[in-house]
């Protein structure tokens, strides 16, 4: 596409070093869920040639001091498209932070010229509103208003599910069409199928974190947002600053948790496993383009939409008493393979209209994003403080004693290694 050069409004798109320096500088450049950070991977993979070039707002809601008219300068001269990545925001949930980033984009949309792309946004609820539309009724007027400026600056606004669409026509807004979501698009039109291999052992599957039943406890976890905090922080950034639960020091010293900032890095992690089952939708999407059979068991709204309408495996009503190996039996690929060239023709064609010509993405740049090193030196030996100290303060057998002995004789060994 001849000057193609878009601009991005709150990419939560990790692409520099200084983005993974701690937690709060993870957090804060993809808002608090790496998953926000894997659409716009996946926008950029698709319609850039460059990952290191593009010019963005990484984060609407949470940098302080945002000049405005600063980046308005850059669109209107330096740019063609602007790409606003809004997510699941069409929710009754609403706070300061939320109405400080509606508002920011509001104005910066009321005052640039170009043409103004919005693919993948969602409606989301949880509870009962999960099976009723009337949650729109209690959205912000600031939302409502920003959706209003969204439509009168685009073609059309690309929606996740046919429920989002019907909030938004209830809301007036009718040039919508409804997509799905770019990540799911990521390796362009050509797909290849996903296949099922045979599952012989529990290390074969990989799950989100915080299942503590014992009929995964072996198998590799991986987390994505801010509410594992206390997990993220010691694996990737060597903190161990929280309470931790005795199956919080148990889960730690398997060893088994991981963090990804980098799409490369998660999706090998993937390839080395059978089969994923965990409640994070996007934790899904990325297993199905790695080649991986995947069933989402998240229940909220969102994903109950984005599922019927991508043809994404989806059990949100599953007992983990129930073995996740006669799951695994039952899980059958060849709808979600059927129809994924019909789903990506209609996303091709969508974003035609919008004026963007989607690249071959069979050739991956993901290995330029900065990647988090797990398990730094040191960690085990915090660990083991973290292990004995639990066990000095509470007076519970957390191991065995034998187990006990061990630790505190490798913690020996460890500072006599670090501090001679």
Aim: aromatic residues 14%; charged residues 25%; proline residues 2%.
């Amino acid at each position: 596409m001849k000057d193609f050069n878009p601009f991005f409004i709150n990419s939560n798109f990790i692409i520099e070093n200084k983005d993974i320096k701690d937690f709060n500088s993870f957090m804060l450049s993809c808002a608090n869920n790496v998953g926000n950070s894997y659409i716009t991977y996946s926008l950029v993979k698709s319609c850039c040639k460059d990952f290191h070039n593009i010019q963005h707002i990484q984060n609407i809601y949470d940098i302080k001091d945002l000049n405005i008219d600063y980046y308005v300068d850059i669109i209107n001269n330096q740019c063609s498209h602007v790409f606003v990545v809004l997510t699941d925001i069409l929710r009754k949930y609403y706070n300061d932070r939320l109405d400080l980033g509606y508002r920011r984009i509001e104005e910066i949309i009321n005052k640039i010229n170009k043409p103004v792309i919005v693919c993948g946004i969602g409606a989301n609820a949880f509870g009962d509103d999960r099976y009723n539309l009337d949650f729109y009724k209690d959205f912000n007027k600031g939302l409502v208003r920003l959706m209003s400026a969204i439509s009168d600056h685009s073609v059309s606004i690309g929606v996740r599910g046919y429920k989002t669409q019907e909030i938004l026509h209830k809301l007036g807004i009718k040039n919508v069409d409804v997509v799905g979501c770019p990540s799911y698009f990521e390796n362009g039109k050509n797909r290849p199928p996903i296949n099922k291999q045979k599952l012989n052992r529990i290390e074969d599957i990989i799950t989100t974190f915080g299942q503590n039943y014992s009929i995964v406890k072996n198998a590799t976890s991986i987390l994505q947002d801010n509410t594992d905090v206390r997990f993220i922080d010691a694996v990737a950034f060597n903190n161990f600053n929280y309470k931790y639960s005795i199956n919080d020091l148990k889960s730690l010293n398997q060893r088994k948790i991981r963090i990804f900032s980098d799409v490369y890095s998660w999706k090998k992690c993937i390839k080395e496993h059978k089969f994923y089952l965990g409640y994070r939708l996007h934790g899904s999407i990325v297993a199905l383009n790695s080649g991986i059979p995947a069933i989402c068991l998240n229940s909220d709204f969102r994903a109950r939409e984005m599922c019927e309408y991508l043809a994404i495996p989806h059990k949100p009503g599953y007992s983990w008493d129930y073995s996740p190996f006669e799951l695994y039996e039952s899980l059958d690929m060849e709808q979600n393979n059927a129809t994924y060239a019909k789903l990506y023709d209609n996303y091709e064609n969508f974003m035609l209209r919008n004026g963007i010509t989607l690249l071959n993405c069979q050739n991956d740049n993901d290995k330029n994003q900065p990647k988090l090193n797990l398990y730094h030196t040191g960690f085990q030996t915090k660990l083991l403080l973290k292990i004995l100290g639990y066990q000095y303060n509470k007076n519970y057998n957390i191991f065995s004693n034998y187990k006990i002995f061990r630790y505190y004789h490798d913690l020996v060994k460890l500072l006599k290694i670090r501090f001679l």
